[in-house]
Nanobody
Framework: QVQLVESGGGSVQAGGSLRLSCVASGYTYKTRRMGWFRQAPGQEREGVAGIYTVGGTTYFPDSVKGRFTISQDNAKNTLYLQMNSLKPEDTAMYYC??????????????????????WGQGTQVTVSS
């Protein structure tokens, strides 16, 4: 089991920045991949960043590429999402996720929500214009 707790959400004006944190506890040494996802009201959950915990390869969809970065601090069991140049369309609940199983579908599948077993409760990000 892995427990995840997100923090760092809030309200910001367009063009601003936020850094989200996700602290992991439990059997974190088994984790193979971690990701950040978001879900706006009435929309499906979408992946905005993924990282393979061994090697550190990262993936981003075009919608956030160049604006968001994902990083991990293994000593602190913490995953980060740095979000710059925020836009109103980035407004959503943001979730941290982790999984310890094999990934079906190849590298970009890391951005698919159904590839994750463990989820945090989410942190709200609101971007005003």
């Amino acid at each position: 089991q892995v427990q995840l707790v997100e923090s760092g959400g809030g309200s910001v004006q367009a063009g601003g920045s936020l850094r989200l944190s996700c602290v992991a506890s439990g059997y974190t040494y088994k984790t193979r991949r971690m990701g950040w996802f978001r879900q706006a009201p009435g929309q499906e959950r979408e992946g905005v960043a993924g990282i393979y915990t061994v090697g550190g390869t990262t993936y981003f969809p075009d919608s956030v590429k160049g604006r968001f970065t994902i990083s991990q601090d293994n000593a602190k069991n913490t995953l980060y999402l740095q979000m710059n140049s925020l836009k109103p369309e980035d407004t959503a609940m943001y979730y941290c996720a982790a999984d310890d199983g094999l990934l079906y579908g190849g590298g970009w599948a890391i951005l698919l929500p159904d590839r994750y077993k463990y989820w945090g409760q989410g942190t709200q990000v609101t971007v005003s214009s």
